[in-house]
């Protein structure tokens, strides 16, 4: 079992950045396949970005290609999401997950994070 927990949120003006932080404590972090996920107000979760266990696949859905960065050190328990560019439209709430290997839907995930809410304002 892991414990996921998320840092870095915070309201920003619309062209700022913000740099999310995932820390896993518990079972091998690198055995995971990880992503994150957020929340928009009033709509289901969705995906964001996913990275394999050691790194070397990456994708992005089409929203945030070219503005957000997603990354892992495996030394230290932690994966990242940098993201840059920020539109009010990537306001939500940001989720970590982990889970046995990279999938794009929210149920094939075994463990979360409590989530950091991100607010970009025009």
């Known amino acids: 079992q892991v414990q996921l927990v998320e840092s870095g949120g915070g309201l920003v003006q619309a062209g700022g950045s913000l740099r999310l932080s995932c820390v896993a404590s518990g079972r091998a972090f690198s055995s995971y396949a990880m992503a994150w996920f957020r929340q928009p107000p009033g709509k289901e979760r969705e995906l964001v970005a996913t990275i394999s266990r050691n790194g070397g696949s990456i994708m992005y859905v089409d929203s945030v290609k070219g503005r957000f960065t997603i990354s892992r050190d495996n030394s230290q328990n932690t994966m990242y999401l940098q993201m840059n560019s920020l539109k009010p439209e990537d306001t939500a709430v940001y989720y970590c997950?982990?889970?046995?290997?990279?999938?794009?839907?929210?149920?094939?995930?075994?463990?979360w994070g409590q989530g950091t809410q991100v607010t970009v304002s025009s």
């Open positions: 997950a982990a889970g046995r290997s990279v999938f794009t839907t929210p149920n094939s995930y075994n463990y």
